[in-house]
């Protein structure tokens, strides 16, 4: 009797099992990776909330993309992300109270990211607007501040999603050094960027609930049986 029971019950729930299969598609997943090939700008006049956009004495900036980033998305607007940056401080310009200094610039940094566009209708997806935040590293050897300077770095920006693995990002991001206090050091700078970003390695089922059509061609099947025998 117990064998009985024991194999009705494996029956079953191996029934129920087959008779559910969207329980096995992973969760819509937008992208997998995401390249950024950027143009940048480093504020480092040295003045916490003045002069933002004095981008002729403010911003050093240079003619060709500066700046790579990469971003591997996890899970629920999720990802994170690791950015290089390099730039050249212009004699001339402000730099932390001064228009004396000039020299080379490198940035590194790692991000955790929270994308907004899983909470989008989907007619608005091509809009992408996230929050960042994490830590970085800084190397000014000329710039009246310390050479090497660890960072918290906080900021945002938008993408624009021209195509479905195709479009334009332009962020800002505030950097914060570390020492000797978090706020009132000469480390602090912005850093604004703008560009273009490449993603792939979508999969799974889409926000509103529908499953991915690509990756799941048999939802695309018809009915095709034929009556038959007044059936």
Known sequence: ??????LTLFI???GVS???????????????WMLGINWSAIDDNGDKFGQLFDTKKSWNALAFPSTISLDRYFTYGWSMEGIATYSKYKEGNLINDST???????????????SFYQLYAPALRWIDPFLSFGVGYTYRP???????????????GVNFW???????????????GVFPVIWDTKSNYLHHSAGIVIRYGANGKHQNGEFDRKKNKWVHGRNNFKKRGGR
């Open 100 to 114: 004396h200094f000039s020299g080379t610039f490198f940035g590194f940094d790692v991000n955790g990211k929270y």
């Open 162 to 176: 021209v195509h479905k693995n195709f479009g334009f990002q332009v962020r800002s991001q505030a950097k914060f």
């Open 12 to 14: 079953v729930l191996c």
């Open 1 to 6: 009797m117990k064998k009985i029971l024991f």
């Open 142 to 156: 000329n710039a009246g501040t310390d050479v090497h300077s660890p960072m918290v770095n906080l900021g945002g």
């Open 18 to 32: 087959y008779s559910q299969p969207y329980k096995t598609i992973k969760t819509y997943k937008p992208y997998k």
